[in-house]
């Protein structure tokens, strides 16, 4: 049996394993889910076992459970691939616009599009971290062997800025030791055009907290005598733009590595469809840095966004209230060279500066992660570029990807081992919002691409 | 029995009515208090009819009912005074900064400060409205007769801005026909200083909706691209503001009446204590337009205050996401002879003027009341200042007052009245404020200038 016959013969089971893990609510911010994301951690290793991994454990960090798993070849000079990606989830809020309950999967059909799997943790990760698993099933299923060396470290706190990892990784480095990394956590440039991913931003999320008076006061009696908090900090969020939509921070552009001319060549011969890329997340209009496209604007420059904020009275009516304290929570996606601790430095540093004397301001630093930069020519790129060719059936492109995966940097560093982002979202998947989805095509496709890959990695041919 | 004798033998029994007025959770900006609002109306009629008032009615409006009520002095020839108080109450957010559930009060004991009662509504109106109640269920009692004629007009919508009062007083011109309006809805200067109100602010309240992307999209993938709703919406709200913290709105000071010299030197001695109020307030600062005192610029000078924002993620820990919405609620308080009309337009047009096009901004005008400034040497503030002497044994004094009751100028205009604001409140009575209270010497003193205000209305000494 080839290993095609092999993942067609098995892909509806594949897919009932994957809304059983789908059905775990692993959200990793949400104190009352911990016991959901171990149990999600059990199911996975459960899951890894059963594709023939031999050596499975749930290994205990700081926070929630990483789990670990590795097979060897029978050719023991083989490479050996890392293969990461996170079972935990993001929370689901705001639930009123999911059409059907966030953790009851379910199947959508539609004549054109194909079918998809509804539900949160479809794309993000865990259909994409399914692949790999069932990638490695067939292999073992159908040859009793794999090509290369593997071993899986699929973390429970990704979501969260993985804050136990780096000292896990640091701990566990020989355990861990392998000639690449690569994983699944990004997304394609449109649908059916594969994609790797060879530069990812960082990050740098703060909190900003603006306390005026000790109490919600009354608007009328005290409004014009004192400083309104929410007022305070829309000032204070407006300063952090320039009239441009520039980042107003002094120095934080400083370490931002230009683009070479090659590189802006090759984005614009992408192929990426603008339009479509607009009209699917329904903003009126494209904006952003002067001088630079949509795709170098979210790739290859910094950006800095209000993920959230609020204060004071918020619901219906009209209540006449000057509010004590306002909130607001700050993302930077921050590209090499930036540094999230200086970025953070430079953020409060700013933001110090301009607050007035009549309201107290903390800014409280959440999480960070380095910005990613990959060679686009290594190996493992190439290996998986011609995977992806077998799998999808037209060749592969490279892109920068706007997100940020905060841990790949420190795995990268601390197993020096270069790493491979091969992704099988898409843009219009919703990771992140209500009613996220995970094509079935590209779960299909993401299986033999992950199984191909073992074989390219360890045969690559001689021309290449 | 004197009047006195009277209101100390009864004043446990008015003591525990008003606790079970406070009982009842009167929210009327929340409909699913609708039913307590309605059974708060009948209550009172209750009370009205239990103080020995003849003609009383629970009147039907397009919202929430008005209570009614009337009785004639034995003296045809006497004048009649229109009593107007509010037993609906502010919503009780944030609910768990409350030391005890809102609608269960109770009695604080404190050596030095005295008795007081706490729950929602205590001050803002619920006990201060009953002081009018009492003083007459007084005469009535002691002397079988009023000195003047009597009409309560008892609302149930004052906390939503009134929407269903002013065609009812339209409706109902030539019932609630008075010679005075009366009213007890506002604060003292100082504890212990009994206080006339000549002049309150009016309103224009907003809220601002502006509209990015169709759904949260992730901040990372579309940061940099897309304009985000919260920094358009801050930078709306910090262009509200000139640096001077002075209203960068065009026009919005242009019907602001100048302060003469003479009020201006009259506010300066109205030994209002600023230390003591910015500590009460717990704000770290004064502050306001330049050029003015603290005084001034709660009372004399219009302001604008958010009152409430919100979007995006407002959980804990670091979602990152790029939010579709962002609200705002503001409050303007103006002063004669501003129009809440023309505010709220000019608000509307200078945000509409700085909106960019990559969101949209829906401006909602939700409510409006007209300043009021009223003659401080007519009749009836005399008579009530001779009243508010007897009560507490120091002279009364004038002031100006920040807050907005905007139905006062419906009322006066209408009914071709003037009015006197006579209020028993204190600053620190945390009106729309956690844990809301309500002096109980205030209380007691309160229904004893009502008793006397309605004597020297009736009977003004030769000599004033």
């Given at each position: 049996?080839?290993?095609?016959?092999?993942l067609?013969?098995?892909f509806?089971?594949a897919l009932?394993?994957l809304?059983?893990?789908l059905?775990?609510?692993?959200?990793?911010?949400?104190?009352?889910?911990?016991?959901?994301?171990?149990?999600?951690?059990?199911?996975?290793?459960?899951?890894?076992?059963?594709?023939?991994?031999?050596?499975?454990?749930?290994?205990?960090?700081?926070?929630?459970?990483?789990?670990?798993?590795?097979?060897?070849?029978?050719?023991?000079?083989?490479?050996?691939?890392?293969?990461?990606?996170?079972?935990?989830?993001?929370?689901?809020?705001?639930?009123?616009?999911?059409v059907?309950?966030?953790?009851?999967p379910w199947i959508a059909e539609d004549a054109t599009l194909g079918r998809r799997v509804v539900a949160r943790g479809a794309s993000d990760d865990k259909g994409q971290v399914y692949c790999?698993?069932k990638?490695?099933?067939?292999?073992?299923?159908?040859?009793?062997?794999?090509?290369?060396?593997?071993?899986?470290?699929?973390?429970?706190?990704?979501?969260?800025?993985?804050?136990?990892?780096?000292?896990?990784?640091?701990?566990?480095?020989?355990?861990?030791?392998?000639?690449?990394?690569?994983l699944s956590d990004t997304a394609m440039v449109r649908p059916g055009q594969p994609t790797i991913t060879y530069?990812l931003?960082?990050?740098?999320?703060?909190?900003?907290?603006?306390?005026?008076?000790?109490?919600?006061?009354?608007?009328?009696?005290?409004?014009?005598?004192?400083?309104?908090?929410?007022?305070?900090?829309?000032?204070?969020?407006?300063?952090?733009?320039?009239?441009?939509?520039?980042?107003?921070?002094?120095?934080?552009?400083?370490?931002?590595?230009?683009?070479?001319?090659?590189?802006?060549?090759r984005i614009a011969l992408s192929a990426f469809d603008e339009a479509a890329w607009l009209a699917e997340c329904g903003a009126?209009?494209l904006?952003?840095?002067?001088?630079?496209s949509t795709m170098?604007?979210i790739g290859?420059?910094?950006?800095?966004?209000?993920?959230?904020?609020?204060?004071?009275?918020?619901?219906?009516?009209?209540?006449?209230?000057?509010?004590?304290?306002?909130?607001?929570?700050?993302?930077?996606?921050?590209?090499?060279?930036?540094?999230?601790?200086?970025?953070?430095?430079?953020?409060?540093?700013?933001?110090?500066?301009?607050?007035?004397?009549?309201?107290?301001?903390?800014?409280?630093?959440?999480?960070?992660?380095?910005?990613?930069?990959?060679?686009?020519?290594?190996?493992?790129?190439?290996?998986f570029s011609r995977a992806l060719e077998r799998a999808f059936g037209v060749p592969a492109v490279l892109a920068r990807n706007g997100g940020?995966?905060?841990?790949?940097?420190?795995?990268?560093?601390?197993?020096?081992?270069?790493?491979v982002f091969a992704g099988f979202g898409q843009d219009d998947d919703r990771i992140h919002s209500p009613n996220e989805k995970f094509e079935l095509e590209n779960f299909r496709k993401g299986i033999a691409a992950w199984?191909y890959f073992?074989?390219?990695?360890?045969?690559?041919?001689?021309?290449?």
């Open positions: 049996m080839s290993l095609n016959h092999y067609d013969a098995h509806d089971r009932q394993e809304l059983a893990f059905r775990i609510p692993s959200v990793s911010a949400r104190p009352e889910h911990a016991e959901d994301v171990r149990r999600c951690a059990d199911f996975v290793a459960e899951r890894l076992r059963g594709a023939d991994v031999h050596w499975v454990e749930v290994l205990e960090t700081a926070g929630h459970p990483v789990v670990y798993g590795e097979r060897r070849s029978s050719r023991a000079d083989a490479p050996t691939v890392l293969i990461y990606g996170h079972y935990d989830v993001q929370p689901v809020d705001p639930l009123n616009l999911w059907s309950p966030p953790f009851e790999p698993i990638a490695v099933e067939a292999h073992l299923s159908v040859h009793n062997d794999l090509p290369v060396h593997v071993k899986f470290l699929i973390e429970g706190e990704e979501e969260i800025g993985s804050p136990s990892l780096p000292a896990f990784v640091e701990q566990e480095r020989e355990r861990l030791a392998a000639d690449w990394i690569a530069a931003r960082g990050l740098s999320y703060l909190q900003l907290n603006v306390r005026g008076p000790s109490r919600d006061v009354h608007s009328g009696v005290y409004g014009g005598a004192i400083a309104n908090p929410l007022q305070v900090l829309c000032e204070l969020v407006a300063a952090l733009k320039g009239p441009d939509g520039r980042v107003a921070v002094p120095g934080f552009y400083d370490a931002v590595r230009d683009l070479d001319e090659a590189e802006r060549a009126p209009k904006t952003g840095e002067p001088g630079f170098e604007r290859a420059r910094p950006s800095l966004d209000l993920c959230g904020i609020w204060g004071g009275y918020t619901g219906e009516g009209a209540k006449t209230v000057l509010p004590s304290e306002a909130f607001a929570k700050l993302s930077a996606r921050l590209v090499p060279d930036q540094q999230p601790a200086d970025i953070a430095a430079k953020l409060r540093a700013h933001l110090e500066a301009l607050v007035p004397d009549t309201v107290t301001l903390e800014v409280e630093v959440m999480k960070g992660g380095d910005p990613v930069l990959t060679d686009p020519n290594s190996d493992g790129v190439r290996a940020s995966i905060p841990i790949a940097a420190d795995l990268m560093r601390v197993l020096g081992a270069p790493c199984a073992l074989e390219e990695l360890a045969d690559p041919p001689a021309t290449d």
